[in-house]
């Protein structure tokens, strides 16, 4: 399989989990605590987005198009913070509304992240010489987890 059809299902896969969240109940949750997360996860990717601006980043995992490894601000900790603003706000809403579905969707989608940064951090590797370094002082999602 070529790295461009890898790419598309990751991101079908994403795009089919989040929209599975988006649609199965509130896209903004009830309780205080978990709009708190959901208020923490947009202002994450927000950030994200806009430190990742300066590069020629595309959305799918393909590399060759970016012309810069992002390695300061929040990527400086977190080496995929748009997957976790991810993770962090449909987390909320499965925790807010929470059904056997929608877990199974969460696993899927936490797996699928798990293998796509996998896949990426190979392709980085082969593009980016100082990659490798940046990895030993960064975490790959969950800060002092993972």
């Known amino acids: 399989m070529n790295?461009?059809?890898?790419s598309l299902i990751f991101d079908i896969f994403q795009i089919s989990s989040l929209l599975f969240f988006l649609f199965t109940g509130p896209v903004i949750a009830s309780s205080?605590?978990?709009v708190l997360f959901q208020t923490v996860a947009i202002i994450i990717l927000f950030v994200a987005a806009w430190q990742m601006r300066r590069t020629k980043y595309y959305r799918v995992p393909d590399v060759g198009k970016q012309n810069e490894l992002v390695t300061d601000g929040i990527y400086a900790y977190v080496r995929n913070p748009m997957y976790l603003?991810?993770?962090?706000?449909c987390g909320a809403l499965l925790l807010d509304v929470f059904s056997i579905p929608r877990l199974l969707v969460y696993l899927i989608y936490i797996t699928n992240f798990i293998l796509k940064i996998r896949y990426e951090e190979l392709l980085l590797d082969t593009h980016f010489k100082e990659f490798a370094g940046y990895k030993k002082t960064s975490w790959r999602l969950f800060p002092f987890v993972y």
């Open 32 to 34: 205080s605590i978990f």
């Open 3 to 6: 790295n461009k059809t890898k």
């Open 85 to 89: 603003s991810q993770l962090l706000f």
